[in-house]
């Protein structure tokens, strides 16, 4: 019985700490819980690769060379996808429609896709490495921004061909998922975050009842530019002149140009005193505003009881902050801020004639989904710990909410983490990107929609195609931050500087992230800090996403400048982390991640380009070859 109803024990593939310690009888002992309100009820592994339509002489390495920027597939790697008959369960293509023998839908793993993505891991001159990553795609509803038919349609009344059609198994086009999670007293949380959140947000979508923000209500209509709209005579030629003409297009458009203001950063005066101004220090650069919510769901009623449900769980388990705390993208009779209520407001600002402004109104998006997935799992981690015993009873710290949880087992159930309380949490910065077409993201032609969800000092960074500036997407949550001051003032009484000048809340340097159970009744939660970002195409280069082993010494301009110096994304990243270990007198662990955007083959000439940190960097390097002439 307890083994048939720990859907959630089943579905974790490599669990962080392993629990064959337990004795089958202890474990048989424990009471049922109950299953998991909406983890699938089978393992599906996570999509590490991704869909996409291949010219059948490209299924094998040769020595022909492909024209056109979006074909540098890892061919070798490519293999025939096959929708049924296996026991993974991936994102099958739409079914094609009098299919061309010339195109084969094939599946990549991301991770060998070195021209479109790269990761790189250090350990530093820590013990172990406490950060981890994910990569893939997730069965969700797409979110972005649905394309005017103006777009779409050929001034003939045709419809243009889209490049690599490829989706999941709903019909949409693939939602790429992309995180960071950076550990702090072990990898206990951030390896459970990498295995199990994009299992919260799925099962989250489905639980609110998103649709597709492609969705029309004209069933006749169809989704345009899908293998299932056209003719054999149009897959015949899918994708073959009109791609390379449309990128082409979309790069040349671009028009760089170097914003008033920015100069070059230079390296101290000799015979100063202190460290360079742009290592370790805040961004001053602030977050990019994000776009409007669009509406995917009207279970508005469901969505106030989920909601309502997770807010009281929360208050029981932990009080404090939590007895009093509003999410961001809850709803008003939840106690949230008002998910429908702000719709409106923004609603109301936007002009008659917008082209989103009809998207825009009572019901649900992606935005709550994410909040939902965040804080569940959090909890469902928290509570796993509760109920667990502690090393030494008496030197052990204090349990979250002592006079009120104290006697309680663990709600859950659940062994999350070991046998023994996980005290530590970890940081987390994830990246959704959503395209309204079969495009991939990264073709220069396409839109795409990028909803990033951040808790902690992990950071997201975009880098402008135009300018070659560093976009940040993402907020340090740290106690000098003055949301984060204003939000924790009446529950945490003191804030303590360190040593090194930081400010620090109950011993942590973040004010947010998963775990710290220790930290939750003065307000250290998992709400997430959510930004959504249509971009145009070719408007972005590439993204990055870091920990603050690499944020923390090296500016968010000097992270993209590095970038754009190297060929592939995958050169990139191993460039990034070299470098931030490299200048580091005390490397903490450090994760970079580079994902392709339509812009890439422009990356360099935007602004400065990469000259505008060039000699800072040179400088570091020196000093750090050099550790008899540091100046600090």
Aim: charged fraction near 25%.
């Amino acid at each position: 019985m307890w083994k048939s109803s720990n859907i959630f024990l089943r579905a974790i593939r490599r669990p962080p700490i392993a629990i064959s310690g337990l004795s089958r009888k202890l474990r048989k002992s424990q009471p049922p819980s109950r299953p998991h309100r909406y983890l699938p009820s089978h393992r599906r592994y996570f999509h590490e690769y991704f869909i996409t339509h291949l010219p059948s002489t490209s299924l094998h390495p040769d020595s022909r060379s492909v024209a056109g920027p979006h074909h540098r597939l890892p061919r070798d790697k490519s293999t025939p996808h096959e929708p049924r008959g296996t026991n993974r369960s991936p994102a099958a293509a739409p079914p094609m429609v009098g299919a061309s023998r010339e195109m084969t839908v094939v599946r990549i793993p991301l991770k060998s896709a070195k021209h479109h993505f790269g990761v790189s891991l250090a350990r530093g001159t820590r013990p172990y490495n406490e950060d981890a990553f994910q990569a893939g795609t997730i069965d969700i509803p797409a979110f972005a921004k649905r394309r005017p038919m103006s777009l779409t349609r050929k001034p003939s009344g045709g419809i243009h061909n889209e490049v690599t059609p490829a989706g999941s198994s709903s019909g949409d086009p693939q939602v790429f998922y992309f995180g960071v999670f950076d550990g702090h007293g072990g990898n206990e949380c951030s390896d459970f975050l990498r295995e199990e959140l994009h299992n919260y947000i799925e099962g989250a979508t489905n639980l609110f009842e998103l649709e597709s923000s492609l969705k029309v209500k004209d069933p006749d209509r169809r989704f345009v530019g899908w293998p299932s709209s056209m003719g054999e005579a149009d897959h015949a030629n899918l994708g073959a002149i009109d791609s390379d003409e449309a990128a082409k297009e979309s790069l040349d458009a671009i028009e760089t140009h170097t914003p008033p203001g920015v100069e070059p950063l230079k390296p101290p005066e000799p015979g100063t005193k202190g460290r360079p101004p742009a290592s370790g220090v805040e961004s001053t650069e602030d977050p990019l505003d994000s776009s409007p919510p669009v509406k995917q769901s009207e279970s508005v009623r469901k969505a106030e009881e989920l909601e309502r449900s997770l807010v009281k769980d929360w208050k029981e388990l932990v009080g404090g902050y939590y007895r009093r705390f509003r999410p961001e993208f809850f709803s008003m009779s939840a106690g949230g801020r008002g998910h429908a209520a702000e719709q409106e407001v923004v609603s109301k600002r936007l002009s008659p004639t917008s082209s989103i402004s009809n998207d825009v109104s009572e019901g649900i998006g992606i935005e709550t989904v994410l909040e939902y997935a965040f804080l569940k799992a959090d909890y469902d981690f928290v509570s796993a710990q509760v109920g667990k015993q502690d090393e030494d009873p008496v030197l052990a710290d204090k349990a979250i909410n002592e006079g009120d949880i104290l006697g309680y087992p663990s709600r859950s159930g659940r062994p999350i983490g070991g046998s023994k309380r996980f005290k530590g949490g970890s940081t987390c910065s994830i990246a959704l990107i959503s395209t309204p077409t079969p495009t991939p993201f990264w073709h220069p032609a396409s839109p795409s929609t990028i909803v990033t969800a951040h808790v902690g000092d992990t950071r997201i960074l975009l880098c402008n195609t135009a300018t070659g500036l560093a976009i940040p997407l993402t907020s340090n949550h740290h106690p000098s931050l003055p949301e984060e001051a204003t939000r924790l003032r009446r529950y945490a009484a003191t804030f303590v500087t360190d040593s090194f000048g930081e400010e620090r809340v109950s011993g942590l340097a973040n004010t947010r992230s998963f775990g710290d159970m220790a930290s939750k009744r003065i307000g250290v939660s998992a709400e997430p800090e959510i930004r959504r970002v249509d971009l145009a195409p070719a408007e972005y280069s590439f993204i990055v996403l870091v920990s603050d082993g690499v944020s923390g010494h090296l500016s968010d301009q000097e992270i993209v400048d590095i970038v754009k110096e190297a060929r592939t994304p995958e050169q990139a990243a191993r460039d990034v982390t070299s470098f931030a270990t490299e200048v580091s007198p005390d490397a903490d662990n450090a994760t970079t991640l580079v994902v392709r955007l339509g812009g890439w083959e422009r990356r360099s000439e935007g602004g400065l380009g990469s000259m505008g940190t060039k000699e800072m960097r040179d400088w570091r390097k020196n000093e750090a070859e050099n550790p008899r002439g540091r100046m600090y």
